[in-house]
């Protein structure tokens, strides 16, 4: 049975730092690329980050300066360190299996950036 489970989330000020972790489990981890969405209130769920098996990332534009996804095989588990977080960064984060071929979810984390 394949699980994702978050953990990291917060309420930060603008400008902070959160860190969140993704601990799989139910399939072979250093196999398959992993990615982080997100979906803030009234707007649809959004690819912010992924990383293929081989541990090369990529970042939409809105975050790529400010965000780093990494992965530790040996853990099963993904990683999104986020710094200098804005407001326009609240949302509920989600990891997911794959960047599209999988419908293997995380249950959400939240993360609220504000003063």
């Known amino acids: 049975q394949v699980q994702l489970v978050e953990s990291g989330g917060g309420l930060v000020q603008p400008g902070g730092s959160l860190r969140l972790s993704c601990t799989t489990s139910g399939f072979l981890f250093d196999y398959n690329a992993m990615s982080w969405y997100r979906q803030a209130p009234g707007k649809q769920r959004e690819l912010v980050a992924s990383?293929?098996?081989?541990?090369?990332?990529n970042y939409v534009d809105a975050v790529k300066g400010r965000f780093t996804i990494s992965r530790d095989v040996a853990k099963s588990t993904v990683y999104l360190q986020m710094n200098d977080l804005k407001t326009e960064d609240t949302a509920v984060y989600y990891c997911?299996?794959?960047?599209?071929?999988?419908?293997?979810w995380g249950q959400g984390t939240q993360v609220t950036v504000s003063s």
């Open positions: 990383i293929s098996n081989g541990g090369v990332p």
């Open positions: 997911r299996r794959g960047v599209t071929s999988y419908n293997d």
